[in-house]
């Protein structure tokens, strides 16, 4: 992964990509694993690079690794290469895991981010329509 230093770094290459979409393999989106918030990119030899931000800190001495099961992203990395079938199955896990309460605080260095001054309503609203059914 190639890591920025700031997310409008990615948001802003994610513009830049979208002029080009057949460039993008993997949309905007969050892993469930490090944290990263990032889209990946066909490189010209036809691999994936990702365009990252947000990553993780682990220290090795005491970091303990472990199996995640509830699927790769948070949010976000639709797979271009997957069926309309698999897209919809893979929107479904990453909704699963929101209700759940699959939410994570960024990873941002010292300065660089603001305390937000409350919850997100639109959200809360969401989950609850889609548990209820209204």
Not at 9 to 35: C, F, S, W
Not at 52 to 72: C, F, K, N, Q, V
Request: charged letters at 25%.
């Amino acid at each position: 992964m190639m890591e920025t230093c700031y997310l409008d770094d990615v948001g802003q290459a994610y513009d830049l990509a979208l002029r080009k979409p057949e460039m993008i393999g993997t949309t905007l989106g969050r892993h469930v694993n490090d944290e990263v918030t990032s889209f990946y990119s066909w490189s010209p030899s036809e691999f994936l690079v990702e365009y990252g931000w947000g990553g993780r800190s682990i220290d090795p001495a005491t970091w303990t690794p472990h199996e995640r099961t509830e699927g790769p992203s948070l949010w976000g990395h639709d797979r271009s290469w997957l069926t309309p079938e698999g897209r919809e199955q893979a929107r479904d896990m990453r909704i699963r895991v929101a209700e759940s309460g699959g939410r994570v605080p960024l990873n941002v260095m010292h300065g660089n981010h603001k305390l937000a001054a409350d919850v997100c309503p639109w959200w809360t609203m969401n989950v609850t329509a889609r548990k209820t059914g209204s």
